[in-house]
């Protein structure tokens, strides 16, 4: 069995809205798998299901084979969480942030090693609150590493960041990504999906409406005899924006 | 057990790091207890005589009850000597049971050795009374006021204070404390984060708590500590026995903060919450004043505020060097408020 997690027929209602509609899908090991939509779409409730953060109305996910609503415990020891817009104690540094964390798994874990892993060391006895937004996500990663989890989620971890921070972000994932882990992100960066995800799925209204690798959707876009209006140009803003300002980080 | 001990490490880490909070706990009382030191609420303006009647006649004490420079209460000898001894009293007079208007008979008038100045006044008022008994009588021999020097352990007004404030900080870092800490943990998501973690969640609740507590005891060292050295407060009962009364009513006052931030949403709806349960116990449990002024009614539904129990508990071991086995109302007052308190805490209480 190749998929480290599977998905069926999940859903979730708040009152009269349906969050996630009975979506299935699987994910396979060592691969990166995008869920994209607009905001909305209930990819952060589909992910906060999976991560037992949220009971399930119907469905089942199975994590490494494991029931996500008979047995969370074991569940949350396998997977690691990057929560939208999660934060961490004040006053604990990020070493001894990653060590508590380490603890709360059980382990004892190399912090130095995890703070490399997110390029932020020399950080290492900085507070949460005085980093950048790109450093505050990528060691919200380090901290979901801590338990060397099977399947890693990231929920819209570029959102908000300035170009450079992104890409820079893709670089850590990308180095995650090749050394095994499997990762499932969140985002409505199309261009990000495009350059990080093995295969996507896209979500509208609670449902998926397509499940593909990239080039494959938009293979099947020209199929159908899609053109686009304009000339493709071959550069855009944001390749200006990079040339001007460069690649390397503004945050100290 | 490890996890509890490092989660415990950490919380206390991250509350000395805090300097708002030291501030608040530890300093900010401290500050009270010096502002107060100034105010002189000892003996103004009348003298408080104890008067012990062993005699039918009560002439001399209906003379005497009018006069407005003395504060007169009456009580029995072993009582009132107490009093005086403890600083309650600057003179009590004890009339012997041969009393009559008209004699020549020896009342003991005995002095708190520390007050001179209102011992000599209230010994010059009560010879003129005396005098003016047999005056009426025309030449008769007169009473004899024998006075007797007693050594007081006389209390102070911040004898009174420093319990009192001590007991109000412990009710504040522990209501404001948990129910801002945890509102704020709460909305920032960093509660969420470690729901996703398969941490047990009551482990991390025992880390606060037992954090809270030894900071607590640290409040109750501190200020006994800091009270005796600086603001000469007469100190004689235990160490212990404080911080044991103190640990009561620091759990009620954390479970009440506990329920509060499970209440409220942000930290805009924890203030009013917190301000409307701790003001009214500030003002009227006896924190500043003695509970003795308010009217009837009042005192009597202050009686079972916790923060009256906690005062009253701290205070009286502190300065009257009461034991356990004296506070006894207290420590079952404390115990009800827990059961309560907690009971609310564990109901109210969310993570998200």
């Known amino acids: 069995m190749n998929s480290v997690l599977e998905v069926s027929n999940l859903k979730k209602r708040y009152g009269d809205l349906v969050a996630v509609d009975g979506i299935s899908f699987n994910v396979t090991r060592g691969e990166v798998f995008g869920i994209l939509g607009p905001n909305g779409a209930g990819k952060t409730t589909t992910l906060e299901m999976i991560e037992t953060l949220r009971p399930l109305d119907s469905g089942q996910v199975l994590l490494d084979g494991i029931d996500v609503q008979r047995e969370p415990q074991k569940v949350k020891r396998l997977i690691g969480v990057q929560l939208q817009s999660s934060s961490f104690f004040d006053k604990l540094t990020l070493t001894e942030l990653l060590l508590l964390f380490g603890e709360m798994y059980g382990r004892q874990v190399d912090a130095t090693a995890l703070l490399d892993e997110a390029e932020l060391r020399d950080k290492a006895k900085s507070y949460v609150v005085q980093l950048s937004g790109g450093q505050k996500q990528r060691f919200s990663i380090a901290a979901a590493l801590v338990n060397d989890p099977v399947i890693l989620f990231l929920d819209e971890p570029t959102t908000g960041l300035d170009p450079q921070a992104r890409r820079h972000l893709w670089g850590v994932i990308r180095r995650i990504r090749s050394e095994g882990k499997t990762i499932v992100i969140t985002t409505h960066y199309m261009e990000e999906a495009e350059e990080l995800c093995d295969r996507v799925a896209i979500m509208d209204s609670g449902r998926i409406v397509a499940n593909a690798p990239p080039q494959e959707l938009v293979r099947q876009l020209l199929a159908k005899g899609f053109k686009k209006e304009r000339v493709e140009r071959l550069a855009s803003l944001e390749d200006v924006f990079l040339d001007l300002t460069g690649h390397s980080l503004r945050e100290e | ?352």
């Open chain 2, 1 to 352: 057990m490890r996890l509890k001990a490092k989660l415990m490490l950490a919380s206390f880490k991250m509350f000395i790091r805090q300097r708002e909070a030291i501030i608040w706990t530890m300093l900010l009382p401290l500050f009270m207890v010096f502002l107060f030191s100034f105010v002189k609420f000892d003996g103004i303006g009348h003298v408080t005589v104890g008067i012990v009647n062993h005699s039918p006649d009560t002439t001399l004490v209906s003379l005497l009850r009018p006069i407005q420079a003395l504060r007169i209460s009456e009580g029995q000898e072993d009582q009132e000597l107490t009093r005086l001894k403890k600083g309650d009293r600057s003179m009590v007079l004890v009339i012997p049971a041969s009393f009559q208007t008209i004699g020549h008979d020896s009342l003991t008038l005995y002095l708190n050795a520390e007050r001179p100045q209102e011992t000599q006044a209230g010994t010059l008022i009560l010879q003129r009374a005396l005098d003016e008994l047999v005056f009426q009588q025309n030449n008769l021999p007169r009473h004899v006021l024998h006075t007797e020097l007693v050594n007081s352990r006389n209390l102070t007004y911040i004898d009174f204070l420093l319990p009192g404030i001590l007991a109000m900080s412990i009710m504040q870092s522990g209501v404001f404390g948990v129910a801002f800490g945890f509102v704020i943990l709460k909305k920032r998501g960093i509660l969420r984060r470690l729901l996703a973690t398969p941490m047990n969640t009551s482990d991390f609740i025992f880390a606060q708590v037992t954090t809270r507590l030894l900071v607590l005891m640290t409040q109750v060292l501190i200020m006994v500590g800091a009270g005796v050295l600086f603001f000469h407060l007469h100190f004689i009962g235990s160490l212990l026995n404080m911080i044991i009364v103190g640990m009561l009513g620091g759990i009620v006052f954390l479970s009440i903060g506990f329920a509060l931030s499970g209440i409220s949403k942000s930290e805009d709806q924890v203030a009013p919450l917190a301000n409307l349960i701790t003001l009214p116990m500030l003002m009227l449990s006896g924190v500043f004043f003695s509970r003795s002024n308010l009217p009837g009614f009042a005192h009597a539904i202050t009686n079972f505020f916790p923060l009256t129990y906690l005062a009253d508990g701290l205070r009286s071991i502190a300065i009257e060097g009461a034991t356990l086995s004296d506070v006894i109302p207290q420590l079952i007052g404390l115990a009800v408020w827990i059961v309560i308190t907690l009971f609310i805490a564990i109901k109210a209480f969310r993570w998200e």
